[in-house]
């Protein structure tokens, strides 16, 4: 099978934290990392590492042409590896890198014990007012704020910060907050007081969040206040909108002239008249509701890689009763976000151990009539998880499915060899033969081609 090893899996913790991983090469990852406690040990060290070694580098190329690159350079040099004769050069190239490995070691345990450099920030101090402290020395202005350093504002005082990427931060005392995050993702931690800030447009690939005790704020080319307390926020928006993700992991949208307080129960939404709602095209809010599903499937990401399933599940639950009730008005302008959220319900599902509820929500996918290459990475975690209980006959089927899905899908080869396998070891010969053979066809230089083609000799002696 061509499943990841070890090594594979370790070279791509940070990508898969960050969820860059292509669907094809996630469902390989987590399938390796639920049956290797080894690697499930190291992932939990990366998982706490990432966010510091992320500010600590600049930010990568994008994602995706990297993911192709490396690909394209993995399959090139298993290709060469195959082919080339064994050398006796190889006999110290292990202790080599052994040797370089202990070098490292020597240098980092050296270095433990030093005190850390500051984090150079991204933004700088405009104006001061008042008293405020930037860490533990008076703030000035034209000051770089280091990342983490706390900002502290006594009562009457008030600071201005303008970031790197144009963004203006105002606060009033008194308040407490402090920077983190990178240029790219700036993350401002409101622990106490007011703060307003002017966002300009951001790329794609940039956020701009607010972070207090109970509300995460993200937002995009607008004008909006936060106030922190010690137990409740408050949220003001003047122009544009912002997406506030409460402590339970659902989320909402506040528009312009809209505030959101979350010791207060928000007000039910007023119903639309049954002649208007007939009448009158899709409203402006269903533009609106697909970008809040695109922030709960965020959302719901960044909660299981946090290990947090049976939450991602409750997300998902109260994001698909969101679509639901608005899908008649809507016409299903949210279609594509709505198959990603039924994909995550069944990755989260698998994570928690719900093994027969992952495979019904996997091939109820397939059911739907999503897009091919979804229903390709969906069936094959399906088959993957039913050969790993036994049930081969079954897992041979839905590796053919997949197949079926996406002839030429990323999983293509995976599938064909899970559906070679499996009918091996389930005792279909004959299937398993045609599927080598089919192999074989397709991929002359595969990595189981070896295998394939014994497979094959064996039905001519």
């Known amino acids: 099978m061509t499943g990841l090893r070890c090594a594979d899996v370790e070279a791509r913790f940070v990508d898969a934290f960050d969820g860059r991983l292509d669907p094809a090469e996630s469902v390989r990852f987590h399938s390796h990392i639920e049956g290797c406690a080894a690697c499930r040990e190291r992932a939990a060290l990366w998982r706490s590492l990432a966010p510091r070694l992320r500010d600590a580098v600049p930010p990568g190329p994008e994602a995706m042409a990297t993911r192709r690159m490396q690909v394209e350079i993995e399959r090139r040099l298993a290709g060469r590896i195959a082919d080339s004769p064994p050398r006796r050069w190889r006999a110290w190239w292990a202790p080599a890198i052994g040797m370089v490995a202990a070098a490292a070691a020597v240098v980092i345990w050296l270095r433990v014990g030093r005190p850390a450099q500051p984090l150079v920030g991204y933004a700088a101090v405009v104006s001061v007012r008042g008293e405020a402290r930037l860490g533990d020395q008076a703030s000035r202005a034209a000051a770089r704020v280091p990342v983490g350093a706390p900002i502290a504002l006594a009562a009457g005082a008030a600071v201005e910060l303008a970031l790197d990427s144009g963004a203006a931060v105002y606060v009033d005392g008194p308040s407490r907050l402090a920077l983190e995050g990178n240029a790219r993702a700036v993350a401002v931690r409101l622990t106490a007081g007011r703060l307003n800030a002017v966002v300009a447009h951001r790329k794609p690939d940039e956020t701009f969040a607010v972070i207090t005790n109970d509300l995460r704020v993200t937002v995009r080319g607008t004008k909006f206040s936060v106030t922190a307390g010690d137990a409740t926020s408050r949220v003001d928006v003047s122009e544009g909108q912002v997406a506030v993700q409460r402590a339970d992991g659902s989320t909402l949208l506040v528009s312009a002239g809209g505030t959101f307080d979350s010791g207060a129960l928000p007000a039910p939404p007023p119903e639309l008249p049954a002649a ?34 049976e939450r991602a599940l409750r997300q998902i639950a109260d994001a698909r009763r969101e679509l639901r009730a608005t899908d008649a008005i809507c016409e299903g302008s949210a279609a594509d976000c709505e198959d990603e959220l039924r994909y995550l319900n069944a990755e989260a599902l698998n994570q928690a151990g719900r093994l027969d509820d992952a495979v019904a ?35 041979a089927a839905d590796f053919e499915r997949a197949l079926a899905a996406a002839p030429r899908g990323a999983l293509h080869e995976d599938a064909l060899v899970g559906a070679m396998e499996s009918a091996r070891a389930a005792g279909d010969t004959a299937r398993a033969r045609a599927l080598a053979a089919r192999y074989l066809e397709e991929f002359p230089r595969g990595l189981v081609a070896p295998a394939a083609r014994k497979l094959v000799s064996d039905g001519h002696p």
């Open 276 to 309: 208007v709602a007939s009448d009158r095209p899709a409203p402006p809010s269903c533009a609106a509701l697909a970008r809040s599903c695109q922030t709960t499937a965020r959302a719901v990401r960044a909660t299981m890689r946090a290990g947090g399933s």
């Open 361 to 395: 929500a996997y091939r109820a996918i397939d059911r739907r009539v999503a897009p091919s290459a979804m229903r390709q990475n969906a069936l094959y975690a399906a088959a993957q998880i039913e050969r790993r209980q036994g049930h081969l006959a079954a897992a």
